[in-house]
């Protein structure tokens, strides 16, 4: 069983910043990949970045440049630094672990709101 908790968000104006961080259960190098998702009201909820247990890393076209994902494998926690902040990315921020093969198993963090304003 895996547990994420994260935490980190907040109301930041345009252009700031903020990171979140999404606390593992567990060993983390046990996991496929961990990834941030995020949902706005009324939409679907969107990949917006990942890192697989190589280290590789891959963003959505919209964050490129802007967010980094990284992780720190002695404290079995993930981060998302967001870095200069739009009003469309103010959405709730979702941490997701990718566990087990050769049928996976998703486990979810509760989210956190990121809210940017003008």
């Known amino acids: 069983q895996v547990q994420l908790v994260e935490s980190g968000g907040g109301l930041v104006q345009v252009g700031g910043s903020l990171r979140l961080s999404c606390a593992v259960s567990g060993n983390i190098f046990s996991l496929n990949a961990i990834a941030w998702y995020r949902q706005a009201p009324g939409k679907q909820r969107d990949l917006v970045a990942s890192?697989?247990?190589?280290?590789?890393?891959n963003y959505v076209h919209s964050v490129k440049g802007r967010f980094t994902i990284s992780r720190d494998n002695a404290k079995n926690t993930i981060y998302l630094q967001m870095n200069s902040l739009k009003i469309e990315d103010t959405a709730v921020y979702y941490c997701?672990?990718?566990?087990?093969?050769?049928?996976?198993?998703?486990?979810w963090g509760q989210g956190t709101q990121v809210t940017v304003s003008s």
């Open positions: 890192i697989i247990n190589t280290g590789s890393t």
């Open positions: 997701k672990a990718v566990a087990g093969g050769p049928r996976t198993v998703d486990y």
